[in-house]
T-cell receptor, first 116, second 114 residues
Framework: NAGVTQTPKFQVLKTGQSMTLQCAQDMNHNSMYWYRQDPGMGLRLIYYSASEGTTDKGEVPNGYNVSRLNKREFSLRLESAAPSQTSVYFC???FGQGLRSNQPQHFGDGTRLSIL | GDSVTQMEGPVTLSEEAFLTINCTYTATGYPSLFWYVQYPGEGLQLLLKATKADDKGSNKGFEATYRKETTSFHLEKGSVQVSDSAVYFCALTISNFGNEKLTFGTGTRLTIIP
């Protein structure tokens, strides 16, 4: 019963390096989300994908790109990492598509990313 | 825009004490309301939810009632345990046919001492 799986769990990068965070869900959910969690700021939405083949910007998209590879997988890419992107990143999924609205999101365990 | 304001922490209580964590919201339309919990080193887990006014969500001894008149969704538990130590997030969503974006509060860290 894996749910939402994120890899890696920890990563340290140097400023300017690139990296892709991976996320996969096995619940047949339509919608997937990427958040960042910073002290005192709660979780902020970076990008989301309402369904396979679509992606949209959230609250803090600058410096990130995403790919909805298929229904299961939704990756987050940092093209040129900056110290301001040091954070804990969470992927989430939900049934979505308005068919069962108000369904909860299911979260992965997070990726702790440090940019030096 | 939509927003959630929750009680600032940290909150420290003794075991078996009564817990209240306040949460108020601002939203256009009719949101669904959630409480999520984050245990150390883990992702967020849904604790309870309420989808319409006067609904009461409950789970693991925690309760919260959707109060439209006061735009509130306060979390309560009658007798807390050490295992309840975690960060609690209040959140709302307004479903928009595939766009179920959550808006979170900043979180309240709860520590229960034996």
């Amino acid at each position: 019963n894996a749910g939402v799986t994120q890899t890696p769990k920890f990563q340290v990068l140097k400023t300017g390096q690139s990296m892709t965070l991976q996320c996969a869900q096995d619940m047949n959910h339509n919608s997937m989300y990427w958040y960042r969690q910073d002290p005192g700021m709660g979780l902020r939405l970076i990008y989301y994908s309402a369904s396979e083949g679509t992606t949209d910007k959230g609250e803090v998209p600058n410096g990130y790109n995403v790919s909805r590879l298929n229904k299961r997988e939704f990756s987050l890419r940092l093209e040129s990492a900056a110290p301001s992107q040091t954070s804990v990143y969470f992927c989430a999924s939900s049934f979505g598509q308005g068919l069962r609205s108000n369904q909860p999101q299911h979260f992965g365990d997070g990726t702790r990313l440090s940019i030096l | 825009g939509d927003s959630v304001t929750q009680m600032e922490g940290p909150v420290t209580l003794s075991e078996e004490a009564f817990l209240t964590i306040n949460c108020t919201y601002t939203a256009t339309g009719y949101p669904s309301l959630f409480w999520y919990v984050q245990y150390p080193g883990e992702g967020l887990q849904l604790l309870l939810k309420a989808t319409k006014a006067d609904d009461k969500g409950s789970n693991k001894g925690f309760e919260a009632t959707y109060r439209k008149e006061t735009t509130s969704f306060h979390l309560e538990k009658g007798s807390v345990q050490v295992s309840d130590s975690a960060v609690y997030f209040c959140a709302l969503t307004i479903s928009n046919f595939g766009n179920e974006k959550l808006t979170f509060g900043t979180g309240t860290r709860l520590t229960i001492i034996p």
